[in-house]
């Protein structure tokens, strides 16, 4: 099993919906988590952070941990199509803390 | 800020070569990675060096693979003999202090075919 599982999708929606992205991972001791966004030939960017159970928001976008279900999620409000991209889940683990990363997933914005 | 900058950004070689890939960090980061992308494998931690000295290689595939860094501006990835399942994108990041309390900065990836 995968430190941190995603739904790979691919994934579409229209333009202005909203657009939901899951992680699952299975270290318990798992902190801190991150979403990065990974455009098509680019690297990966940082684009939250969350630490905490609950929401965290950020301007379209809402990140949210579940520790005692192991789940964390991307939400994107009214997306655009400039939301098209890989979306990387990631969580910090191991012996050294350090970012293991989930396989990814792709979203389309549909104009 | 410059950012994260990798040499070279296309390889391609034939098997069996020796390839080295370059990274200058961000002035300042004392974390560094190594990460390796594929289709099929997504985004493997290789190794992580923290004030230059490495603290975590277990995702360093096998012995044909070794990392350096000599100085805080500046590490290399060897891979000798290189193998056409080596064919990746290996990307280096640096962070400020450790990982879990800051974003990772991406390099732009340095793209390797082995033929």
């Known amino acids: 099993q995968k430190e941190v599982e995603q739904n790979s999708g691919p994934l579409s929606v229209p333009e202005g919906a909203i657009a939901s992205l899951n992680c699952t991972y299975s270290?318990?001791?798992?902190?801190?988590f991150f979403w990065y966004r990974q455009y098509s030939g680019k690297s990966p960017e940082l684009i939250m952070s969350?630490?905490?159970?609950g929401d965290k928001e950020d301007g379209r976008f809402t990140a949210q941990l579940n520790k005692a279900s192991q789940y964390v999620s991307l939400l994107i409000r009214d997306s655009q199509p400039s939301d098209s991209a890989t979306y990387l889940c990631a969580g910090e683990s191991g012996s050294a803390r350090q970012l293991t990363f989930g396989s990814g997933t792709q979203l389309t914005v549909l104009p | 800020d410059a950012g994260v900058i990798q040499s070279p950004r296309h390889e391609v070689t034939e098997m069996g070569q020796e390839v080295t890939l370059r990274c200058k960090p961000i002035s300042g980061h004392n974390s560094l990675f190594w990460y390796r992308q594929t289709m099929m494998r997504g985004l493997e931690l290789l190794i992580y060096f923290n004030n230059n000295v490495p603290i975590d290689d277990s995702g360093m595939p096998e012995d044909r693979f070794s990392a350096k860094m000599p100085n805080a501006s500046f590490s290399t990835l060897k891979i000798q003999p290189s193998e056409p399942r080596d064919s990746a994108v290996y990307f280096c990041a640096s962070s400020l202090g450790a990982v879990n309390t800051g974003e990772l900065f991406f390099g732009e990836g340095s793209r390797l075919t082995v033929l």
């Open positions: 969350i630490y905490s159970n």
């Open positions: 270290d318990r001791g798992s902190q801190s």
